[in-house]
C-alpha cells in the first residue's frame, strides 16, 4: 500500500476544547430536586392567612339582620297594642252613646249575665222632670231643689189637654182646685208628678182608706210648701167649672192646676 503524500505549508492543530455553534443553546445544568422543602400550595393564600370575615356596624351579619328583625317586631307590636286600645274605647264609647250613657261622668250599669259581650260603666245619676205632661226622667248633673218661688207650670198652654200616667189617662184643668175633702198633701215639682201620686195612691192607698183619689190639684208657688204641707193634694172628688184656691199674695190661675181622672 502507498502512504500518503506528505503535505506541504502549514497544517491547523485541532483545539482540545469542544466547539458550539453559535446557534445552539448553551448547555443547562440540571439540578436535582430537593425533597425536605414542604411543596408549595399554588390554589391560596399562603398558609396560616384567613379570610377577614364582613360585618355591619362591626357586627357579624346574622347578628344584625336578627337584630334589626326583632326591633321590628316589637315595635309592630307596640303599634298594634297602640291601635288596639284606641279602637276599643272608641267602641265602648259608641255604646255608650247609643245606650245615653254620658261616659265621662257618672255612674250606671246595662248588660245581663246572658249577654257576656255587654259593657258595665258606672255613673252618677240624679233624676229630674220635665215640666210638661208628656216628658220623661232625664240624667243629668246634681241640681240643688228650689225652695223659693214658682215651679214651672205651662199653663194655659196645658188646659184642656189629656195625660197619660201608668195607664190612666187625666185630663188638665188650668186655674182650678176642688172644694171636696184632700186625701194627703205631698210635695211635688211637677203636674206630672202629681198625677202619678194620685195613680200610685189608688193602686196602693184604697184598700186601708176606702178613699178614691179622683183629682189632684198642683200648686206651683212654693210657699205652699210652709203655708199648706205641700204643693199637690189628693182629692176625692172633683168641681165642675172654676173656684178659687186659698188667697196667697201672688197665685193667678195660671200657677195651678188641676188634673181630673177620667
Not at 92 to 121: E, H, L, M, Q, W
Given at each position: 500500500?502507498?502512504?500518503?503524500?506528505?503535505?506541504?505549508?502549514?497544517?491547523?492543530?485541532?483545539?482540545?476544547?469542544?466547539?458550539?455553534?453559535?446557534?445552539?443553546?448553551?448547555?443547562?445544568?440540571?439540578?436535582?430536586?430537593?425533597?425536605?422543602?414542604?411543596?408549595?400550595?399554588?390554589?391560596?393564600?399562603?398558609?396560616?392567612?384567613?379570610?377577614?370575615?364582613?360585618?355591619?356596624?362591626?357586627?357579624?351579619?346574622?347578628?344584625?339582620?336578627?337584630?334589626?328583625?326583632?326591633?321590628?317586631?316589637?315595635?309592630?307590636?307596640?303599634?298594634?297594642?297602640?291601635?288596639?286600645?284606641?279602637?276599643?274605647?272608641?267602641?265602648?264609647?259608641?255604646?255608650?252613646?247609643?245606650?245615653?250613657?254620658?261616659?265621662?261622668?257618672?255612674?250606671?250599669?246595662?248588660?245581663?249575665?246572658?249577654?257576656?259581650?255587654?259593657?258595665?260603666?258606672?255613673?252618677?245619676?240624679?233624676?229630674?222632670?220635665?215640666?210638661?205632661?208628656?216628658?220623661?226622667?232625664?240624667?243629668?248633673?246634681?241640681?240643688?231643689?228650689?225652695?223659693?218661688?214658682?215651679?214651672?207650670?205651662?199653663?194655659?198652654?196645658?188646659?184642656?189637654?189629656?195625660?197619660?200616667?201608668?195607664?190612666?189617662?187625666?185630663?188638665?184643668?188650668?186655674?182650678?182646685?176642688?172644694?171636696?175633702?184632700?186625701?194627703?198633701?205631698?210635695?211635688?215639682?211637677?203636674?206630672?208628678?202629681?198625677?202619678?201620686?194620685?195613680?200610685?195612691?189608688?193602686e196602693n192607698g184604697v184598700a186601708e182608706s176606702g178613699k178614691t183619689c179622683v183629682a189632684a190639684t198642683f200648686n206651683s208657688y212654693l210657699a205652699y210648701v210652709s203655708a199648706h204641707k205641700g204643693t199637690c193634694w189628693l182629692k176625692t172628688a172633683s168641681t165642675k167649672g172654676s173656684e178659687s184656691v186659698d188667697g196667697l199674695p201672688g197665685v193667678d190661675k195660671d200657677?195651678?192646676?188641676?188634673?181630673?181622672?177620667?
Open positions: 500500500m502507498a502512504s500518503p503524500a506528505p503535505h506541504s505549508g502549514l497544517e491547523v492543530a485541532p483545539d482540545s476544547k469542544p466547539y458550539f455553534s453559535p446557534q445552539s443553546p448553551a448547555p443547562t445544568s440540571h439540578v436535582q430536586p430537593y425533597y425536605g422543602h414542604p411543596p408549595e400550595n399554588m390554589g391560596g393564600p399562603p398558609g396560616g392567612y384567613a379570610g377577614k370575615e364582613k360585618t355591619i356596624c362591626g357586627v357579624r351579619r346574622p347578628t344584625f339582620w336578627l337584630a334589626l328583625l326583632l326591633a321590628f317586631v316589637t315595635i309592630a307590636s307596640g303599634v298594634g297594642g297602640g291601635l288596639g286600645g284606641s279602637l276599643a274605647v272608641r267602641s265602648i264609647r259608641r255604646k255608650c252613646s247609643s245606650s245615653n250613657v254620658n261616659f265621662d261622668t257618672g255612674t250606671d250599669s246595662s248588660g245581663s249575665d246572658s249577654n257576656p259581650d255587654a259593657v258595665y260603666i258606672t255613673r252618677t245619676r240624679t233624676i229630674t222632670s220635665t215640666l210638661t205632661p208628656d216628658s220623661t226622667p232625664t240624667a243629668t248633673s246634681d241640681i240643688t231643689v228650689p225652695t223659693s218661688g214658682f215651679l214651672a207650670l205651662d199653663c194655659p198652654s196645658l188646659d184642656g189637654t189629656n195625660m197619660q200616667v201608668f195607664g190612666s189617662t187625666f185630663k188638665v184643668v188650668c186655674g182650678q182646685d176642688s172644694a171636696g175633702p184632700d186625701i194627703i198633701a205631698i210635695v211635688a215639682y211637677s203636674l206630672l208628678d202629681c198625677a202619678r201620686a194620685c195613680v200610685t195612691y189608688n200657677s195651678y192646676a188641676q188634673v181630673v181622672l177620667q
